[in-house]
């Protein structure tokens, strides 16, 4: 089984696939790790063998923030933007979209679901 950086990644996906499941890596990230260990894209991970795991796990802890390290990043980083009080920061406070979407109708996703009935009267009490 391979795992690398606190992460089992899957055994019957090729390894291109297979790395994206950690999180801070992509397709294109994959393929130029690949690359480097001169490693086939198709090779499936349960094939992989502990020289070739080993070789992936060096290179993702050399060069690449990865899994804990980037999301603590990127929570600092949105954290910095709400005590500064910019524009995204507020918006990130408030929970609503921060790349100039339309909140009027749309915005589901960030808003919450929505309550059709207002002012619904409740049943009397017997």
């Keep these: 089984m391979a795992r690398i950086t606190g992460v ?5 996906k090729r390894i291109e696939i297979g790395l994206t499941y950690i999180y801070g890596i992509g397709l294109p990230r ?3 790790i690949l690359e480097k260990i001169k490693l086939n894209n198709n090779t499936l991970v349960k094939n992989l063998s502990d020289e070739q795991v080993s ?3 060096n290179i993702l802890n050399n060069e690449y923030q990865l ?3 980037l999301r603590r990043l990127e929570s600092i980083n949105i954290k910095r933007l709400m005590d500064i009080n910019s524009y995204r920061g507020k918006r990130h406070k408030t929970g609503l979209p921060l790349r100039g979407q339309r909140t009027r ?5 960030r808003r919450g679901s929505k309550k059709t009935m207002a002012n619904k009267k409740k049943a009397p009490r017997k």
């Design 8 to 12: 089992d990644l899957p055994q019957n």
């Design 30 to 32: 994959s393929q130029t």
């Design 55 to 57: 070789a992936i796990r």
């Design 67 to 69: 899994e804990g390290d």
């Design 105 to 109: 109708t749309n915005a589901r996703t």
